[in-house]
């Protein structure tokens, strides 16, 4: 099976390692992957900002980088919403691009998604352990956007010694939502601060998730505060690699 990366601005500027762990779990599930090089931000700051014309030049670069791609597969829930809910809307008045981003929409899918939908594993192919007890994060993007909420549980599931513990009103958004922290701090300072008290009301000693706005926004309020929680994407769980935090 043949698969594209699209590694996204956090991952390929803050989190590499993220990308290399992903990387690493496809290759051990049979995947044979490329990276065009010429793919971009998906645009998504931009549209969330109301600069839909800049937005939409962003999106006309994703289509044409991978309009040979058999699937996409990205470690963001974010991401993935944004090409498979917006891409189609931005070219209403363009019949041709419209049907290009309908069918990146239809192959593009999020990490664990892909794992689970797509590849179909079983604990027999995920080779990981993680001796500890963790609680999962689930992002906004992931649920609402892109309807996926079991299979990164399925995944971690499989993940030899990994307790996991429910996290208290999971549905709840951690306050990034990217210029949302930006514009309305004290707002999404006070989220996160709750999100922070149910992960320490779990006793885990790792928050694992699968959008890293999130993962970034969460680490950086336990550091803060002076939690000693790891924070891991779910990619970097199931290969075995260290932390976000």
């Keep these: 099976m043949r698969a594209s990366l699209f590694i996204t601005c956090l991952s390929d500027i803050f989190y590499p390692g993220v990308g290399k762990s ?6 051990q599930n049979g995947v044979e992957l490329d990276f065009p090089e010429g793919q971009t931000c998906c645009g998504q700051p931009a549209y969330n900002s109301g600069y839909r014309s800049e937005a939409r030049q962003a999106a006309e670069q994703m289509i044409r980088v991978f309009e040979e791609s058999v699937y996409v597969v990205t470690p963001s829930g974010s991401c993935s919403a944004m090409i498979r809910h917006y891409y189609p809307q931005l070219f209403e008045d363009d019949p041709d691009l419209k049907r ?28 990981a352990e993680l001796r500890g007890t963790a609680t999962y994060h689930h992002s906004c993007h992931m649920m609402r956007g892109i309807g996926v909420r079991d299979e990164p549980l399925q995944l971690l599931g499989m993940v030899r010694g990994l307790t996991l513990k429910e996290l208290p009103y999971a549905e709840d958004c951690c306050g990034f939502g990217g210029t949302f922290s930006v514009k309305m701090s004290t707002i999404s300072e006070a989220m996160v601060d709750e999100k922070v008290n149910h992960i320490v009301e779990t006793g885990a000693e790792y928050l694992i ?10 680490s950086g309020r336990l550091r803060r505060l002076g939690h000693e929680i790891k924070v891991l994407h779910v990619a970097e769980v199931l290969a075995g690699e260290g932390s976000v935090k």
């Design 209 to 218: 998730g699968s959008d890293l706005g999130c993962l970034m926004n969460i």
């Design 22 to 27: 992903m990387v690493k779990v496809l290759e």
């Design 100 to 127: 290009k981003a309908q069918q990146l929409a239809d192959k593009t899918y999020e990490f664990s998604e892909f794992m689970i939908k797509v590849l179909k594993v079983e604990q027999d192919r995920i080779r």
